[in-house]
């Protein structure tokens, strides 16, 4: 077989890949889909995520862009009868500073009309709050409850440090297993007609529909097809000069790592938590004179930015628990095998020890079996992602979907391929694609917001 002929090629086969060639075959009906990636579907990026999921964003484009992401989620489970494995515990955002901004923040992220699913929950107030001890996403609370009456904060999260004065609870918000959402979804898209081939895109010649040069392991030489999706993940800069289209992304490498809490320090009903604030890591003075004596670990001794997280992994009967830091900023080139920072476990290991102590237990003795992980967030400046038409007629591009690809891959699969289809938009589509550049206003409110939400 030297050349297949289709009607849309996806490039890529990571979450984002597949969830849009499955709402293409399998919701608009699109015949004629093949998906083209030279490694096994979900195994580069999408293999790498810490997989949680939040409704939570200063902005509320990205509000409702997530919360369509969570309803296309819930259909899945309640097909599937829960295969993602799909919990709600929420997300925990703790702080020690002043939370007047953040609060404000919330009701500007919540849009219109969202006081009243913003709960304040204050000393000597009725104490209505409810922790809820399951993980079921169809029995949780919707909204935010707002904690700051230090009681409930000590009575329900007695693992934080003592100085946590507020804590914003997130509750449309959880964890799913990526992985399954991505077989799910590749077993419906392959019933319905969907292809997967195994090949890299080398070149695409756009001027006759488009085709495109294929080499790797499978037969195929060529795919000529009508339309194109570019959802090469980290590589979508490249696919994209292949059209002669410039894409404004850049690849950030952000690392987790996961370990067997043998001392069960995390409550295994703990939210996925967050400490908000910036800090300078927990070293003993004499670290921190070696730290500083050499100029590539002088940084550490330096204060470092907010949202460090850590939670329970493996569900209510497991023991292992997960901790990440989205501190690297720097852009990078991208690698097939990126290289992990041996420094980076006892640095996220000694920042999360200032939201929850316990976990200090661990200094210079995480289990020998810890995983290690990480990979790219693929990036626009104002870390929203790109969807829609990318530049020569019949080619599109799903990605920059940064550090919430998991959670929104359905609602941007969904929406690349009504795109495609023709089908009727949502609000915010022309912003989430490449038209928002030209939209003074919004790119001048997006440049004001005090945060971009990367987590
Ligand atoms: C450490 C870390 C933690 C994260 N945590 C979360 C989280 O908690 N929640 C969340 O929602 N998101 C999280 N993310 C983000 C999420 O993992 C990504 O946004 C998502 O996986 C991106 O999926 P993708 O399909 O766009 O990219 P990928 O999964 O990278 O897929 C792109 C595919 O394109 C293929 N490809 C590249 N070049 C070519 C070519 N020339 N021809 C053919 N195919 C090609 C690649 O082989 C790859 O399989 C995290 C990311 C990282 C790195």
């Known amino acids: 077989m030297g050349r297949i002929d289709c009607d849309v090629a996806v490039v890529g086969a990571g979450i984002t890949g597949i969830a849009t060639a499955y709402y293409l075959c399998v919701v608009q009906k699109v015949r004629d889909v093949v998906v083209i990636d030279p490694n096994p579907p979900m195994s580069f990026t999408s293999a790498q995520s810490g997989e949680n999921y939040r ?5 509320p484009v990205m509000t409702a862009f997530t ?22 515990r929420g997300y925990a955002l703790a702080t020690r500073e002043n939370p007047d901004a953040l609060i404000e923040e919330l009701h500007r992220g919540y849009g219109a009309g969202s006081a009243g699913s913003i709960r304040l929950h204050t000393a000597g107030a009725v104490d209505d709050y409810r922790f809820d001890p399951s993980a079921g996403w169809d029995a949780a609370p919707d909204g935010v409850d707002v904690l700051r009456d230090p009681d409930i904060i000590r009575r329900t999260l007695p693992v934080y440090a003592d100085d946590v004065s507020t804590v914003i609870h997130i509750r449309r918000a959880g964890d799913i297993s990526g992985q399954q959402l991505g077989q799910f979804m590749l077993e419906r898209l392959r019933e319905s007609g969907g292809r997967v081939i195994a090949g890299s895109v080398a070149s695409i010649d756009p001027s006759v529909g488009f085709l495109l040069d294929v080499t790797g392991r499978d037969e195929v030489r060529h795919v000529r097809c009508e ?8 590589f979508a800069g490249e696919i994209a000069r292949m059209t002669g289209v410039a894409l404004p992304v850049t690849n950030v490498f952000q690392q987790k790592i996961a370990f067997e809490d ?4 995390i409550p295994r009903r703990m939210p996925f938590s967050i400490d908000l604030d910036a800090q300078v890591i927990d070293w003993s003075d004499e670290e921190t004179e070696l730290l500083r004596q050499e100029s590539g670990t002088a940084w550490l001794t330096e204060p470092m930015p907010g949202a460090i997280h850590c939670r329970p992994d493996g569900g209510d009967h497991g023991r292992w628990i997960k901790l990440g830091w989205a501190y690297e900023q720097n852009p990078t080139a991208v690698q097939w095998e990126p290289q992990v920072d041996g420094h980076f476990p006892e640095i996220v290991l000694r920042g999360a020890s200032r939201l929850i102590p316990g976990l200090k237990t661990y200094y210079g ?6 995983t290690h992980y990480g990979g790219y967030y693929t990036m626009t400046e104002e870390n929203w992602p790109l969807i829609g038409p990318m530049g020569v007629e019949g080619s599109y591009i799903v990605g920059a979907l940064s550090g919430f690809g998991t959670m929104a891959a359905c609602a941007a699969g969904s929406l690349c391929a009504k795109w495609l289809a023709g089908a009727e938009l949502p609000d915010y589509a022309a912003a989430l694609s490449l038209a928002r550049y030209d939209d003074a206003a919004l790119m001048a409110d997006l440049a004001d917001l005090q945060s971009k939400g990367v987590l």
């Open 67 to 88: 919360d369509d992401s969570i309803d296309l989620m819930e259909q899945v489970a309640r097909e599937s009868d829960n295969r993602l494995n799909m919990t709600r």
């Open 365 to 370: 003795a995480l289990p020998r079996q810890m």
């Open 55 to 59: 409704n939570w964003w200063p902005h």
């Open 262 to 265: 043998r001392d069960g320090v």
């Open 227 to 234: 339309r194109i999706v570019n959802a090469a993940g980290p």
